[in-house]
């Protein structure tokens, strides 16, 4: 018998969807609420590494993210000049094991639909547009208070919404994100036929210029710069400033920025980092994902992480019969060292660049990739 029987997951995001998958399959009840109202007002696009696909797969959704996604196995290096010539071609490590590709890019409202449409396949019963605004626990369970006036009694409660947590602040545990020092601009269109791989243009004006195709008609293209606060800015003048700090990358830089005309497409964004101490749990609440650790996406393993820390949750409320501190013992053993590891890796790299050092780039990314070609 597992651990628990009733789980209410709050947050439908990869940690979130991945962890409710796993565990109605298992023959668990899952409850799960998302706050945002349907799957399309979840994000632009996400470049998922071999070990994230692994953990799909293991989810049973893997076709349907192949024939979404476009998948590749090399990264190309540019320079930031007037032919954005190619300077290298890195193959990307196939963490997720030789018979997956190497990285796949996807449009986030599609992953996420995809995974909730399993979710519900597999029995998990999915609420959008709530949360939950009060959490009780006792010895034995979770008395939970929804938004909409409802309530529930679980054994568990899985916080994976995300790096501003609800859960984290309802549960009265202080973890400081700061800010990395870089914002992001990003914008999805279509993807010109030149397009076939992430390519990624350091330097110039940027610290990053780069892209990735997402499906064979949507690419999402992003530029790095120093952190700013940009919110003052209208729609247009977001759109025009993205533009603008594109004007120096070409290739095929220069047919996306012509497709850059819609001011909702366009999103700008810090890179934050925090990881939680042990223990991620406080009774019977857990924090997963990004919830309990977010990195800048300079080796784009937080999606991975968040999978990761869904499966292994999963397999040991599945595989042991109770909900004590050996069970979080060994699920702290199995995700905190990782996850620190992948974002202190990813930290070094947008650290490097804010210093305009030339670190160790290749040992760093071999270190990272022989750590998660290891199964989670
Ligand atoms: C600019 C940027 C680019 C990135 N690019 C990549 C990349 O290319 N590849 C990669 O692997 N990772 C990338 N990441 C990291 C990645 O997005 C996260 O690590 C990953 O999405 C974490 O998944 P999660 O499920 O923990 O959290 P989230 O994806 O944030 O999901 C949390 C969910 O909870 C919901 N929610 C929030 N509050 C509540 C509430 N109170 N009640 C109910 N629901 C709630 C949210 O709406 C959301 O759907 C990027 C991050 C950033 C900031």
């Not at 195709?213 to 120093?226: F, R």
């Not at 300079?298 to 990761?308: K, P, S, Y």
């Not at 210093?355 to 290891?374: E, K, N, W, Y």
């Amino acid at each position: 018998m597992p651990a628990v029987n009733t789980v209410l997951v709050v947050g439908g995001g990869l940690a979130g969807a991945g962890a409710a998958v796993h565990l109605a399959q298992a023959g668990v009840a899952v409850d799960l609420v998302e706050i945002k109202p349907d799957t399309a007002a979840l994000g632009s696009g996400i470049t998922l590494q071999g070990n994230a696909l692994r953990e799909l797969r293991s989810l049973g959704v893997w076709e349907q993210v192949q024939a979404a996604g476009y998948a590749f196995d090399v990264t190309g290096i540019r320079a930031p000049d007037p032919h954005g010539t190619v300077v290298a071609e890195v193959p990307d490590a196939k963490t997720g094991g030789p018979d997956l590709p190497a990285a796949m890019g996807m449009l986030r409202p599609e992953l996420a639909r995809i995974l909730l449409d399993r979710a519900t396949e597999v029995g998990v019963k999915v609420r959008f547009g709530t949360t939950h605004t009060a959490l009780v626990q006792d010895a034995d369970g979770v008395d939970v208070t929804f938004a909409d006036g409802s309530t529930g009694r679980y054994d568990l409660v899985v916080g994976a919404d995300g790096v501003r947590s609800w859960t984290r602040r309802a549960l009265g545990v202080n973890l400081e994100t700061r800010s990395v020092g870089m914002g992001i601009w990003r914008a999805f269109g279509p993807r010109p036929a030149s397009v076939t791989r992430t390519d990624l243009y350091y330097g110039g004006p940027s610290y990053i210029a780069g892209y990735c195709p997402t499906g064979e008609d949507s690419l999402y293209a992003y530029i790095v710069e120093d952190a700013q606060d940009r919110s003052a800015l209208t729609p247009d003048e977001q759109l025009a400033t993205m533009k603008e700090l594109s004007r120096a990358y070409h290739g095929p830089w220069d047919e996306i920025r012509e497709t850059l005309t819609d001011p909702s497409r366009v999103n700008y964004t810090w890179f934050e980092t925090h990881v939680l101490d042990e223990p991620w749990n406080r009774g019977r609440v857990v924090l997963i994902g990004d919830a309990a650790h977010t990195c800048p996406p300079t080796i784009a393993q937080g999606g991975a992480m968040a999978l990761e820390d869904a499966v292994v949750l999963a397999e040991l409320l599945v595989d042991r019969s109770a909900l004590d501190q050996d069970l979080w013992d060994a699920f702290h053993a199995r995700r905190l060292e990782r996850a620190r590891t992948v974002v202190d890796a990813s930290n070094q790299l947008a650290q490097w660049q804010l210093d305009h050092v030339r670190g160790d780039i290749p040992a760093l990314m071999r270190s990272i990739a022989q750590l998660t070609s290891q199964p989670a």
